[in-house]
């Protein structure tokens, strides 16, 4: 299965990439998760004709800002978009004049779908487990090809996170800080958290993605982080916008 990361940035856009989005290229499904503003890019990558899942994590605009471009798109077997209780009624709210063209204008169908936390069948399995985040938001385990996939972000350490990333072919996780850096007012994991995680959970293979756009100025700080924790955490993919890895 292709992974493509489309926007690899915390918080806001910079030179170093877009908000936060990452595509799943499964058999029958085209999955993305979140959809800060590398959402965009989707097209350059899927050919629109299979249906596609969108699972939001979380309501801050780095994860949500790409929706206004939902209009671009001619998803001919339409959008189903998933998150935590109350999402279909914030999207209805936010992806709606006077901010962008509103969701049942858009040129294809779209159906939204709360989801409690647990387990459910889409029809493949998919977990959502809460994370730890200032606002309430929801990490995500999908099984799908033979592949188990986890995303976590935004959040701090916690047991849910591990136990999404459970033997996961790729855990993707958020690394807002630096190395050392903590936040403990604020959730959010820096390399070593993440590698903490991965390891706790005996994932495969683990990638971090939105990088705080505050601290990681440039692509050679995610370097740097590459070259202090592969060894820790062997296959470690620090992701940049328009990376593709096949897992
Ligand atoms: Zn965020
Ligand atoms: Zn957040």
């Given at each position: 299965m292709k992974v493509t990361f489309l926007g690899t940035n915390g918080w806001y856009d910079t030179k170093t990439g877009n908000t936060c989005s990452v595509l799943l290229q499964a058999e029958e499904y085209d999955i993305i998760l979140d959809a800060g503003?590398?959402?965009?890019?989707?097209d350059r990558y899927i050919t629109q004709d299979k249906p596609v899942y969108l699972f939001i994590s979380h309501f801050h605009l780095d994860h949500?800002?790409?929706?206004?471009?939902?209009?671009?798109?001619?998803f001919s077997k339409g959008l189903k978009i998933f998150g935590q209780p109350g999402t279909t009624a914030i999207l209805n709210t936010f992806v709606a004049e006077p901010f962008t063209v509103p969701i049942a204008q858009l040129p294809f169908t779209v159906e939204m779908i709360d989801l409690a936390e647990g387990d459910h069948t889409l029809p493949f399995p998919l977990t959502c487990l809460p994370l730890v985040h200032p606002v309430p938001c929801f990490g995500f385990r999908i099984v799908i090809d033979g592949r188990v996939i986890a995303y976590c972000t935004?959040?701090?350490?916690c047991n849910n996170a591990i136990t999404l990333g459970q033997n996961a072919d790729l855990l993707i996780t958020e690394?807002?800080?630096?190395?050392g850096q903590e936040s403990p007012g604020w959730p959010h994991l820096n390399p070593e958290n993440a590698v903490h995680i991965a390891n706790e959970a005996h994932a495969k293979r683990l990638a971090l993605v939105h990088f705080g756009a505050e601290v990681y100025r440039t692509l050679k700080d995610r370097i740097e982080v590459y070259n202090q924790y592969e060894k820790q955490c062997p296959g470690l993919v620090v992701a940049t916008d328009d990376l593709t890895i096949e897992i």
């Amino acid at each position: 299965m292709k992974v493509t990361f489309l926007g690899t940035n915390g918080w806001y856009d910079t030179k170093t990439g877009n908000t936060c989005s990452v595509l799943l290229q499964a058999e029958e499904y085209d999955i993305i998760l979140d959809a800060g503003n590398g959402l965009a890019k989707a097209d350059r990558y899927i050919t629109q004709d299979k249906p596609v899942y969108l699972f939001i994590s979380h309501f801050h605009l780095d994860h949500i800002a790409g929706l206004h471009t939902l209009v671009k798109f001619r998803f001919s077997k339409g959008l189903k978009i998933f998150g935590q209780p109350g999402t279909t009624a914030i999207l209805n709210t936010f992806v709606a004049e006077p901010f962008t063209v509103p969701i049942a204008q858009l040129p294809f169908t779209v159906e939204m779908i709360d989801l409690a936390e647990g387990d459910h069948t889409l029809p493949f399995p998919l977990t959502c487990l809460p994370l730890v985040h200032p606002v309430p938001c929801f990490g995500f385990r999908i099984v799908i090809d033979g592949r188990v996939i986890a995303y976590c972000t935004d959040t701090g350490v916690c047991n849910n996170a591990i136990t999404l990333g459970q033997n996961a072919d790729l855990l993707i996780t958020e690394c807002g800080l630096k190395p050392g850096q903590e936040s403990p007012g604020w959730p959010h994991l820096n390399p070593e958290n993440a590698v903490h995680i991965a390891n706790e959970a005996h994932a495969k293979r683990l990638a971090l993605v939105h990088f705080g756009a505050e601290v990681y100025r440039t692509l050679k700080d995610r370097i740097e982080v590459y070259n202090q924790y592969e060894k820790q955490c062997p296959g470690l993919v620090v992701a940049t916008d328009d990376l593709t890895i096949e897992i």
